[in-house]
Antibody, heavy 121, light 110 residues
Framework: EVQLVESGGGLVQPGRSLRLSCAAS????????MHWVRQAPGKGLEWVSG????????AYADSVKGRFTISRDNAKNSLYLQMSSLRTEDTALYYC??????????????WGQGTLVTVSS | QSALTQPASVSGSPGQSITISCTGA?????????VSWYQQHPGKAPKLIIY???KRPSGVSHRFSGSKSGNTASLTISGLQADDGADYYC??????????FGTGTEVTVL
């Protein structure tokens, strides 16, 4: 059974940094691309970032480009999102999601339950 | 990276069919045709119900079907049931490893 468990969320002041982690199990982690998707309270889904199976291809939404960095450690079956220069508009539930392909397909097939990031002074 | 356009809400009576549209651009929906649809109940993570515009994952009801024409993808739910009441989102590959989600549609079963 595919399991994705996010951690690292919390309350952080504007301008500070936070690192999210996602522990994956139930599938061969290094066979698939991975994503981070966020959902602000009461709002829709927003794709944040994606990384291919071998980390060769990474991509970011314009709203986070230059501030967020996605990475993965295939030896630890883990996905990360380093977030810096956080803004109040980054407040959201952050989901870790698996892609069904090594590079990219039409979107994630499995999702974690999310970790909440609140940016506030 | 503009969000794909979906109607804010769609409603139908039990047993009826409804269709949700997802309008993008040539740079995403039109060019690649790599569109997925997700169902999200309140407080839950999204669930994949359609991928590659028209394919259904195993275990997803045959009442859900997808299609694409030009820059617009569509999700049809036939034989509407109470549990279909949820939010629905489309998602398209937009090139260079990036993706874009739709604005979301709230489905109400009357």
């Amino acid at each position: 059974e595919v399991q994705l468990v996010e951690s690292g969320g919390g309350l952080v002041q504007p301008g500070r940094s936070l690192r999210l982690s996602c522990a994956a199990s139930g599938f061969t982690f290094d066979d698939f691309a991975m994503h981070w998707v966020r959902q602000a309270p009461g709002k829709g889904l927003e794709w944040v970032s994606g990384i291919s199976w071998n980390s060769a291809t990474v991509a970011y939404a314009d709203s986070v480009k230059g501030r967020f960095t996605i990475s993965r450690d295939n030896a630890k079956n883990s996905l990360y999102l380093q977030m810096s220069s956080l803004r109040t508009e980054d407040t959201a539930l952050y989901y870790c999601a698996k892609d069904p392909q090594p590079m990219y397909s039409s979107g994630p097939d499995y999702w974690g339950q999310g970790t909440l990031v609140t940016v506030s002074s | 990276q503009s969000a794909l356009t979906q109607p804010a809400s769609v409603s139908g009576s039990p047993g009826q069919s409804i269709t949700i549209s997802c309008t993008g651009a040539w740079s995403d929906v039109g060019r690649f045709g790599l569109v997925s649809w997700y169902q999200q109940h309140p407080g839950k993570a999204p669930k994949l119900i359609i991928y590659e515009a028209s394919k259904r994952p195993s275990g997803v009801s045959h009442r859900f079907s997808g299609s694409k024409s030009g820059n617009t993808a569509s999700l049809t739910i036939s034989g509407l049931q109470a549990d279909d009441g949820a939010d629905y989102y489309c998602c398209s590959f937009a090139g260079s490893g990036s993706f874009v989600f739709g604005t979301g549609t709230e489905v109400t079963v009357l």
